[in-house]
């Protein structure tokens, strides 16, 4: 019976799935405006990433603005992402990478198209995971390739083609996220990893 009981604890022990969260404080113009939350997990041999923030903004009026990206990679290769954005409580965008055979379907508010190139590096795992030896990042968001430029010691930066902003992100020698800033048409956001 002992050995029946730990064989079945040493079991399930083995088969737990790795997560960890971690926890943002999302800030502009010297105010704390909501919280980001990163969890990645580990079953088997992927990687999962879920991202989830919670903002309200006050520029004219308050906007409360919440936004889901869920990415599943395998072998160091997306398999699928999604994004949901929400403005007040209403969905206000959408956007899908699945990987089909060779290439990638990615549908954009009900849009399809095709992106041709293996994905190895994508945005949701800028929160995760320093992009040593990485020139290119496939934006989640977009579903675009956004060129990355190594700037200092394990810090980044993002260019986003369409606008001509950039985003920087500074990472821990664990390789973790320790803080990214992000340049908004309207906002400048600084993510802090709380402690």
Not at 28 to 34: F, L, P
Not at 96 to 107: E, L
């Amino acid at each position: 019976m002992k050995s029946t009981l730990f064989f079945l604890c040493a079991f399930f022990w083995a088969n737990m799935v790795y997560s960890q969260t971690t926890t943002y404080t999302i800030t502009a113009n010297g105010h704390t405006i909501g919280e980001l939350y990163v969890s990645k997990s580990h079953p088997e041999d992927y990687t999962q990433v879920s991202v989830v923030s919670d903002v309200k903004v006050k520029l004219f009026i308050s906007v409360a603005i919440k936004y889901k990206l869920n990415a599943t990679y395998k072998n160091n290769e997306l398999l699928n992402s999604a994004v949901t954005v929400y403005v007040k409580g209403k969905l206000h965008s959408s956007i899908t990478t699945t990987k089909t055979g060779d290439y990638y379907t990615i549908v954009e508010d009900g849009h399809s198209s095709q992106y041709l190139h293996k994905i190895t590096y994508s945005s949701a795992l800028l929160f995760i995971k320093e992009p040593k030896g990485v020139s290119s990042v496939y934006s989640d968001f977009g579903g675009e390739p956004k060129p990355l430029t190594k700037i200092g010691l394990r810090t980044y930066e993002l260019l986003n083609p369409g606008s001509g902003r950039t985003e920087t992100y500074e990472y821990l020698p664990d390789g973790s996220l320790q803080k990214a800033t992000i340049r908004h048409s309207l906002l400048t956001f600084e993510l802090t990893q709380k402690k």
